[in-house]
């Protein structure tokens, strides 16, 4: 534990916060996000759509129920959501270094230590969520408190949000796991691993390609694509939107994209995307079906937004974000293409929509009888 | 924001809202609070209110609250005499508490809400009895699979034997219509339970209960709002400091759970949903789990298909007005319908993030327990129970020197 390093926290706009070091040492810089979640930190800090930025949870008290062991190379086992911690610095108000909990084996600092991520404690979090709500999000630095700014901000470690980071969150080949009857190609540009155990659990056997493979010849062998999520701005990945509109253009089973996919699925189809002011991150949006008229909660991280009125003729909005009126959802007119921009497979965060994955399935399986 | 009563059958004329009965001071404040957010949400919607609450140093009870007030005793009696002479075509139960739910089941039996023509509005009367009647209630959650503390009611020495192997010792042995749970407690072994048999059954009791034991279970509770549309969200969880097995009065609870991990969470999260919507609650209600602190594994404890205690704690804490919004859904809004009185711009359909943590206590002329505001940015009061401050100020301490003393040693 590193507990008495003093550090300060920089953001874009010159304000500066001090606290104290948890998890590894040295400096780094990235987007500062928030995230409202009260519980689930090890799945968000796992998850690679917040790869390259810095993470705020505007919850006080985090990591008194600690994390649990690392799990085996190659497993997709929970409540981890990739094989590392995604973010490159975390900022809580207050850190909780004595945890209790049946599952936990380790402290959040010993595994950030581990991970090489530095975290800093005592800053007053809801300052600093009221100033990027109100500017929208801002570059950022955590540097120890001693250090020179400007040789910290020169040295800190950053992710190139703009290529390196879809790079660095995508496998290098392609995975197949289960040995479901029915097949599903997962274009993985960051996807979360509980979007493969959602398949596999409803009977799937998962192709997961890293979204610069080729994927065409993929796309006829499986019954059905989903799009994942992922880190970054969806019009950065031009070559996959590329490849998904000329999938589309011949393609006649199911597609289905979540958050970054949803993105690069209303793209592809001829959509436009844009950058939100603070972006929606936490487990409690409130989302509604524009055909039933229920309305869900529903755990979110994105940044960017599909634009409603932008949407081409043959698609028509699904979903709506209760609270902004922002796009959550959209589908084709014609064809079995939908994608929606909040997270139904969770983790962490409410279960209400994990049926879109079982409504998924059973068109899977019914278009791919016949 | 979408025009009034899109999905109501029919509006009601005069609303009949029963208070919680005669008051200690200082005790039951809750439901004059809960009460008092009813009528105000009746009186938006011109709705004629009438309220029987027979506490005058009450809010509910003042001047301009009510359009008719009785300061009568809320019981079936007089409430039948007051329906008829107020001609109130609707009738509000769950704003009382206990004792308003007792009566309108009460009257509901005797056949007096169909003899007048008068609807209960909110949860229906058939999923308020689901929720009060034992046997009922384990029956409706078996049906979806969720489970409940297993429990056996034993007439015979043999069968309670027979009950104990079947759940496992150590189990709880509750013995009936006794003083004070005298002969109550955790037996241990086959032994000790011939033993306490013998003792219980030759003082002349009729039954004894033989339960699983929960004791040193996590204890949690959820807050649900669902509307009549099947609109449900979850606006508050708490934990109470000290496991099952300590007396609710005798702790402290917090909100939100502080050693809950995401799974957890949204397992008990989920499994309040399903249950809500599978017993039908329409408006506001509480329900309460054990959890398994050595792994994922839960039972549902109750269903308070009311506004509770609880439910005042889980409004201040968060600032959902849950009493009001229950009052809109008994009128038969939904959810997304129903303006957020605080940003203006959003729905009722969202659970309040919290960035700080809620605990109560009591107003002591020495003022607020100044140790306890360096581990929270919030602060909330219950104004409640004959609690001693002794045992709070206790509790308070020990939650002050480290966030959660029992379940660090644990870990």
Known sequence: MTAAIPMRLLLEDGTEMSGRAFGAAGSVG???????????????????????????????????????????????????ESDRVQVQGLVVQSYVDKYSHSAAARSLGTWLEAEGVPGITGIDTRTLTRRLREHGTMKGWVMPANDDAALARNLAKTVDMKEEVFRLVAPDNVIRCGDGPLKVLLVDAG????????????????????????????????????????????????PLVTQVRSLLSSYCKPVFGICLGHQILALAAGGDTYKLPYGHRGVNQPVQDLITRRCYITSQNHGYAVRQEALPGDWEPWFVNVHDGTSEGIRSRTRPFFSVQFHPEASPGPEDTAFLFDDFMRLVGAMARG | MTVYGAYLPRKPRKVLVLGSGALQIGQAGEFDYSGTQAIKALKEEGVATVLINPNIAT???????????????????????????????????????????????????AGVLDKYGVRVLGTPV??????????????????????????????????????????????MLRVGFALGGQGSGIVETEADLDQALRRAFANGVPQVLVEENLRGWKEIEYEVVRDGRNNCITVCNMENVDPMGIHTGESIVVAPTQTLNDEEYQLLRSVAIKTIRHLGIVGECNIQFALNPKGVDYRVIEVNARLSRSSALASKATGYPLAYIAAKIALGYTLPEIPNAITRRTTAFFEPALDYLAAPSQRSSSGRCACWTSECGGWTRRPSSSRTWKTRSRTLHRCASSPWPRRCSAG
């Open chain 1, 191 to 238: 996807a979360k691993d509980n979007m493969v155990r959602s398949l596999l659990k409803r009977g799937a056997t998962v192709v997961r390609a890293p979204w610069h493979t080729d994927l065409t010849p993929l796309a006829a062998e499986c019954d059905g694509i989903v799009i994942g999520n992922g880190p970054g701005d969806p019009k950065d990945l031009t």
């Open chain 1, 30 to 80: 990235g987007e500062v996000v928030f995230n409202t979640a009260m519980a689930g930190y090890v799945e968000a800090l796992t998850d690679p759509s917040y790869r390259g930025q810095i993470l705020v949870l505007t919850y006080p008290l985090i990591g008194s129920y600690g994390v649990p062991a690392p799990r085996a190379p190659g497993s997709l086992d929970g409540p981890y």
């Open chain 2, 59 to 109: 809010i509910q009870t003042s001047e301009g609250m009510a359009d008719k007030l009785h300061l009568t005793a809320v019981t079936p009696e007089f409430v039948e005499r007051i329906l008829v002479k107020e001609e109130v075509d609707a009738l509000l139960l769950s704003f009382g508490g206990q004792t308003a739910l007792n009566c309108g089941l009460a009257l509901d039996e």
């Open chain 2, 126 to 171: 058939k999923a308020i009895r689901d929720t009060e009647d034992r046997r009922f209630f384990i029956e409706r959650l078996a049906e979806i699979g969720v489970t409940t503390a297993r429990s056996r009611a034993c007439r015979t020495a043999d069968e309670a034997r027979a009950a104990a192997r079947e759940i496992g010792f150590p189990v």
